[in-house]
């Protein structure tokens, strides 16, 4: 079996506590015995650099990160988006710069937004609206991503707010999301048992994260064992580029 936690943020987020420093939730991820872990900031890319660089001081501590964006689409819907590699979470991040409304956030009202540096320290504070839909619809964000070597998932289905059955009342049938995330908790369970028979997808379940103690313990897993050669490496290291060709193969793409 293989643990995951696909939605995390850190401080860069308004709404995340903080003192989620990409550090510390690469530290916590591994002291709560994941195997897969991403960081998804509102809109932005600018703090997984930092986790990737700390985990070559760590030796990756048995952990695979995976980077990854929360986008919310100009139709106010939630999207993780996850990628095998930094080069192509980084073209993402360009393009979604290039997508947002030029906004100013307002820290006392709506919360900071701290990029880090791989010691756990606040470089400065983004003073960008990142909590805010971009100018990519739904359709754009799906295609980008495919193009950049990642996917996009529909987030937190069973939410009455910024998911996509509470937007636009059903999942689009073009183009085709094969996978669907769930909050781990009672009632996204219960919701994704409710439309398990309506949706051929493949279901995923995380926290959405915004605190330290609200990510996943070992709890969530998927059964791997028909993938595990081809998402390892020759040591046996489970890969992102790995993990995210097994997600994509879901896509057909």
């Known amino acids: 079996m ?14 995340a506590a903080d003192d989620m420093t ?20 509102h809109n932005t890319i600018d703090n997984l650099q930092a986790a990737h ?15 990854g964006i929360e ?10 988006c996850l990628f095998p590699d930094m080069a192509s979470a ?35 504070e983004d003073d960008r609206l990142l909590r805010f839909p971009t100018k990519m619809t739904i359709e754009e964000i799906i295609f980008a991503a495919r193009q950049m070597n990642g996917l996009a998932i529909y987030a937190h289905l069973e939410s009455k707010a910024y998911s996509v059955l509470s937007v636009l009342g059903a999942l689009p049938a073009f183009p085709e999301v094969k996978a669907l995330e769930f909050t ?11 439309v398990r028979d309506k949706y051929d997808k493949l279901y995923l379940y995380s926290s959405d994260a915004h605190s330290l103690d609200a990510i996943n313990t070992r709890e969530n897993s998927v059964d791997l064992e028909e993938y595990s050669d081809a998402i390892r490496d020759e040591n046996g290291k489970i890969t992102a580029a790995g993990f995210i060709n097994w997600l994509r193969s879901f896509e057909g793409v």
């Open 2 to 15: 293989i643990t995951y936690h696909l939605h995390v943020h850190t401080c860069l987020s308004a709404d």
């Open 22 to 41: 990409p550090t510390k939730v690469i530290d916590k991820a591994i002291e709560n015995g994941l195997d897969v872990v991403a960081i998804t900031d």
């Open 53 to 67: 660089d700390y985990l070559k001081y760590e030796l990756e501590g048995g952990i695979t990160f995976i980077p």
């Open 71 to 80: 986008l919310e689409a100009a139709e106010e819907v939630h999207m993780i």
């Open 90 to 124: 980084s073209r993402m991040g360009v393009l979604v710069g290039k997508n947002l409304h030029g906004k100013n956030n307002k820290p006392s009202k709506l919360g900071h937004q701290y990029i880090c540096n791989e010691f756990g320290e606040v470089d400065y």
């Open 184 to 194: 781990n908790n009672e009632k996204g369970k219960a919701f994704a048992e409710k």
